[in-house]
T-cell receptor, first 111, second 116 residues
């Protein structure tokens, strides 16, 4: 069973701080990694994807991938209350187009 | 506007009464998939389709059926719903290589199903 693990949280950070969200996965054959944001009762929306070791930056968001450690993270700089949501990590295991999702980390940004 | 459209958004039904949740995408995506989301269990894949007339089971297919007669449509069928199928359902679509310059999965707005 391929697994994607996330701390369910809540992770609480003050406004303006850096939020660090972590995800581990079980299959070394994993090829691509996605971060989704989901507001309560809404559908997941894609924030970033990464498939090479290292960092990938997009605005206030940075995804970090370490395949040797089977670890992917998402950093949110200058966190805003509007960033308060559940963040889902998803992994593609090269089995067609399927993504396996982690359980999500709930982030709370306090003004 | 590029989107995945699910209907209905909310549905309350009784045990055993057949229902269909529709899903349609206008992005010419080959890949479509159904997920259910339950508290503490995250998103779990029910069925997926790589193209027209090609479907396969995900992690939790029991009690569900799907069909892919047209590229844009991927309905989810519950022939005899039971209370344990009460959940939030999402349809998603993508190109077949989501990591190559595309936007990954695009999700529909969700269908909240209650079976009493």
């Amino acid at each position: 069973q391929k697994e994607v693990e996330q701390n369910s949280g809540p992770l609480s950070v003050p406004e303006g701080a850096i939020a660090s969200l972590n995800c581990t996965y079980s299959d070394r054959g994993s090829q691509s990694f996605f971060w989704y944001r989901q507001y309560s009762g809404k559908s997941p929306e894609l924030i970033m994807f990464i498939y090479s070791n290292g960092d990938k930056e997009d605005g206030r968001f940075t995804a970090q991938l370490n395949k040797a450690s089977q670890y992917v993270s998402l950093l949110i700089r200058d966190s805003q209350p509007s960033d308060s949501a559940t963040y889902l990590c998803a992994v593609n295991y090269n089995a067609g187009n399927m993504l396996t999702f982690g359980g999500g980390t709930r982030l709370m940004v306090k003004p | 506007e590029a989107q995945v459209t699910q209907n209905p958004r909310y549905l309350i039904t009784v045990t055993g009464k057949k229902l269909t949740v529709t899903c349609s995408q206008n992005m010419n995506h080959e890949y479509m998939s159904w997920y259910r989301q339950d508290p503490g269990l995250g998103l779990r894949q029910i069925y997926y389709s790589m193209n027209v007339e090609v479907t396969d089971k995900g992690d939790v297919p029991e009690g569900y059926k799907v069909s892919r007669k047209e590229k844009r449509n991927f309905p989810l069928i519950l022939e005899s719903p039971s209370p344990n199928q009460t959940s939030l359902y999402f349809c998603a679509s993508s190109t077949l290589t989501p990591w190559t310059g595309s936007n990954g999965y695009t999700f529909g707005s969700g269908t909240r199903l209650t079976v009493v």
